[in-house]
């Protein structure tokens, strides 16, 4: 079992950066890969970043627009992502998730794709 926590959420404001943070505990070895997601109000889940078993791959989806960075402490099970340069379209509802023996070898990384999940952080942007 995997239990993952978000946290590092708030209000910020255009233009800023923002780390957030996806603890996770439980059962976590190099084997599990770990996404980023984001659910906008209104819209539908999409996905953000992807970084795959053992390392081996990290992709990003157009959302990430080359503003946002995920990096992983193995030595302490956290999964980061730096996105700078924020926009009131970046405001959402962001979800760290993960899943054993996942490559994360291609941009396309569905939410169905990924078993375990955390309860979320929000992000508002906002002047």
């Known amino acids: 079992q995997v239990n993952i926590v978000e946290s590092g959420g708030g209000v910020v404001q255009p233009g800023d950066s923002l780390t957030i943070s996806c603890a996770a505990s439980?059962?976590?070895?190099?084997?599990?890969?770990f996404a980023w997601f984001r659910q906008a109000p209104g819209k539908e889940r999409e996905g953000v970043s992807c970084?795959?078993?053992?390392?081996?791959?990290?992709k990003y989806t157009e959302a990430a627009k080359g503003r946002f960075t995920a990096s992983r402490d193995r030595a302490n099970n956290k999964v980061y992502l730096l996105k700078k340069n924020l926009t009131a379209e970046d405001t959402a509802d962001y979800y760290c998730?993960?899943?054993?023996?996942?490559?994360?070898?291609?941009?396309?990384?569905?939410?169905?794709?990924?078993?375990?999940w955390g309860q979320g952080t929000q992000v508002t942007v906002s002047s």
């Open positions: 970084i795959g078993t053992r390392d081996v791959n990290t």
């Open positions: 439980g059962v976590i070895s190099d084997e599990y890969a």
């Open positions: 998730a993960s899943e054993s023996w996942y490559p994360c070898s291609s941009t396309w990384f569905p939410a169905s794709h990924f078993k375990y």
